[in-house]
């Protein structure tokens, strides 16, 4: 996936099988009939290219990158044993100078309602060009700057650490940006969860870092 200027950039590379009673598999081994929204696969290109393996068949492949960029796509036919090369070009189309773009509410794998590792979210992020991912788990904080390396997308994410503290009372709160450090219990974060909303006002400074 390229830039309008002829630029590899990141982006959402997704695969939808074209009339398949089923994207994935047999009716016997699903879990929904349109689990997954009719996508077979959905990629994040990071490096100039990615390996997608499908199913053989036909497939709209449609290339994204959040709300500032056009979308592109191709039809492609995936026979058994071959390979293709697909090439798609998305402008961006939206001016954003001088902003940024953020998700405040990020879970990965600290979480007990996510699996998808720090690397992952991070490349997602990349991806779909959300520039500060905050990442706001359950009454944890885990080390972010070791996957930032790994993902290889810091030219594109800076991510900041924070937590999501649940009260008994008034629901959920994004508290951020906050500073990890594993000598602390659960990383640092600075709420258990249950805390009446009544008790959350604290004041406190420190300096952040990932």
Do not use: C
């Not at 990158?65 to 071959?82: L, Q």
């Not at 773009?101 to 990965?108: K, N, P, R, W």
């Not at 990442?135 to 937590?163: C, D, K, R």
Request: a negative charge; glycine letters at 10%; proline letters at 10%.
């Amino acid at each position: 996936v390229r830039s309008g200027a002829g630029d590899v950039i990141p982006a959402q590379v997704t695969f939808f099988r074209i009339d398949a009673e089923s994207p994935f598999a047999p009716e016997p081994v699903r879990f929904d009939p349109d689990w997954g929204g009719g996508r077979s696969l959905v990629a994040f290109q990071i490096e100039p290219q990615v390996i997608a393996h499908l199913l053989p068949g036909e497939y709209r492949v449609a290339a994204s990158r959040g709300y500032s960029w056009e979308v592109d796509e191709s039809t492609i036919v995936v026979a058994p044993g071959t390979l293709q090369v697909v090439e798609l070009t998305i402008d961006k189309t939206v001016d954003d100078a001088g902003w940024t773009s953020a998700d405040l509410h990020l879970h990965a794998f600290w979480s007990p309602d996510s699996e998808v590792p720090y690397p992952v979210r991070l490349r997602q992020a990349a991806a779909n060009d959300v520039a500060m991912p905050v990442f706001t788990e359950h009454t944890y904080m885990g080390p972010i700057a070791p996957s930032l390396a790994a993902a290889g997308v810091s030219n594109w994410v800076t991510p900041l650490p924070g937590q999501e503290v649940s009260t008994v009372e008034y629901g959920h709160f994004g508290a951020y940006p906050l500073v990890y450090d594993a000598t602390l219990p659960s990383g640092g974060a600075i709420f258990e969860h249950g805390w009446p909303g009544t008790g959350l006002r604290v004041s406190f400074s420190r300096p952040y870092s990932i």
